[in-house]
């Protein structure tokens, strides 16, 4: 008498979950992606029904790419260079390929993003490129993830590598009122979704309390960390007789050569009129006129730092859950002092 398999198939889970079995092969040989939504529904069917790929397929998807991932908001800034260029000394240095992609809020829709578990053997995540369910969705594969520029989700405690932001803008803002008089102090919001803005928000208002000055909404620009949003904005706000300032901080430094822009276009003159500080060093700023006064970011060592935590998953080490680098003033003349 021939024995009947009481085991689960291949075409079990493609059925149970409604796809055919072509998707469900995609999926756990990780070559093409599949949506978040189909991701999530195999996942859950195969924990279901307790199916384990055939050790073929496992051996397949579980094969080394040599690539490491490192997924940006977006590669048009400034910004990103020395990030990108951090990053690649580690991963070449380890004999691994950088694949590099963007992925936006608004172009997500349920779709898996470029780069992921599917085609590389560990991820370095930007921001907010990736929202909190994704990372989850990655932690729970055990697959390696690193944060750059945020924390992790409490569900997801990944590393994270970031930078100080909070103390650095608050004595940006104290050098602002204590050393050059300056007491009507615009802000230029970035990204309301992102850590970095979350806390030069913060240090800038601390500073403004701890020198006994209100607080003024009006104050308050949005930058998004873009040169032509800022530029575009501060320039409205002088135009339409707005709320009288003497001091802007920017945000980061792409934003503040828009403000720069909108000052001259305005004639404001910096820094006799209205100072200027910034935030990130980035190569350019010593070259702006005037030149920038900001905060040095180690933004390659940030992608260094990350690279590094992300082989020692890969390699099977234990990484530092939060590495927190150190930032630090840079005087020039955009705020009144003499380079």
Not at 4 to 27: E, F, P, Q
Not at 91 to 107: C, D, F, H, I, W
Not at 225 to 244: C, D, Q, R, V
Not at 252 to 273: C, F, H, N, S
Request: proline letters at 6%; a neutral charge.
């Amino acid at each position: 008498m021939t024995r009947r398999s009481t085991s689960v198939t291949i075409r079990d889970v493609a059925r149970n979950a409604g796809v055919s079995v072509a998707t469900v092969s995609r999926y756990i040989n990780r070559n093409a992606p599949v949506s978040d939504a189909v991701a999530a529904r195999l996942d859950a069917v195969m924990g279901d029904l307790k199916y384990a790929p055939h050790a073929a397929a496992r051996s397949l998807a579980m094969r080394r790419t040599q690539t490491i991932g490192l997924l940006l908001l977006n590669m048009h800034r400034d910004f990103f260079a020395p990030l990108i260029s951090g990053v690649e000394a580690i991963v070449s240095q380890k004999g691994y390929n950088l694949l590099v992609a963007t992925s936006r809020p608004s172009m997500r829709k349920n779709v898996q993003p470029p780069i992921g578990a599917h085609n590389t053997d560990g991820l370095l995540v930007f921001a907010d490129s990736l929202d909190d369910e994704q990372i989850y969705r990655l932690y729970q594969k055990k697959f390696p993830v690193v944060l750059i520029h945020r924390t992790a989700p409490k569900n997801a405690p990944v590393p994270s590598v970031t930078v100080e932001n909070k103390a650095a803008t608050r004595k940006s803002i104290d050098h602002l009122i204590e050393v050059h008089g300056r007491r009507r102090i615009l802000f230029m919001r970035g990204p309301a979704h992102q850590e970095d803005s979350y806390w030069r928000e913060v240090g800038y208002l601390a500073s403004l309390e701890d020198h006994g000055i209100p607080f003024e909404d009006t104050l308050m620009l949005s930058g998004e960390f873009e040169s032509e949003i800022a530029y575009a904005n501060l320039k409205k706000f002088i135009e339409t007789g707005a709320t009288p300032f003497d001091a802007v901080f920017t945000g980061d430094d792409d934003a503040a050569i828009g403000v720069l822009e909108a000052l001259k276009d305005t004639g404001k003159r910096v820094p006799e009129d209205v100072a200027v500080i910034g935030f990130d060093d980035l190569r350019l700023t010593s070259f702006l006129n005037p030149p920038l006064t900001t905060v040095r970011a180690p933004t390659d060592e940030v992608g260094r730092t990350a690279a590094a935590q992300l082989f020692r998953i890969i390699d099977k080490q234990v990484p530092e859950s939060t590495i927190l680098l150190p930032t630090e003033i840079i005087l020039r003349r955009s705020c009144g002092c003499q380079s």
